[in-house]
Nanobody
């Protein structure tokens, strides 16, 4: 199983980025998925999650209203659209998959996730 995250980069405050995470060896429509991030010196934190069913989405309070998670089953790829970026969003972003049987579970606990991407750097700076 491989998750390949991409789309990071350097943007100015207020800018936008769209992260992608393509999967092989696992069908993203059969798992719950999530995005996490880790800033230097900090623990990895939950950013957003999408349930197996696709009917539930959750966001960290810090990104609510600015970020949108989605999944393209045909491409076996998940996305994180990030708008109105600010310096506090600077981090390495990771995609992850939770091989849960629950159609509605979205976990914010990193230990729950079975597969992780390698991370993509997002830097927001003027």
């Amino acid at each position: 199983v491989q998750l390949q995250a991409s789309g990071g980069g350097s943007v100015q405050p207020g800018g936008t980025l769209r992260l992608s995470c393509s999967a092989s060896g696992v069908t993203l429509s059969s798992v719950a998925v999530g995005w996490f991030r880790q800033a230097p010196g900090k623990e990895r934190e939950f950013v957003s999650g999408l349930s197996l069913s696709g009917s539930r989405k959750e966001y960290a309070d810090s990104v609510k209203g600015r970020f949108t998670i989605s999944r393209d089953n045909a491409k076996n790829t998940m996305y994180l659209q990030m708008n109105s970026l600010n310096a506090e969003d600077t981090a390495v972003y990771y995609c992850a998959a939770d091989r849960t049987f629950s159609t509605l579970r979205i976990s914010r606990n990193t230990d729950v996730y079975n597969y992780w991407g390698q991370g993509t750097q997002v830097t927001v700076s003027s």
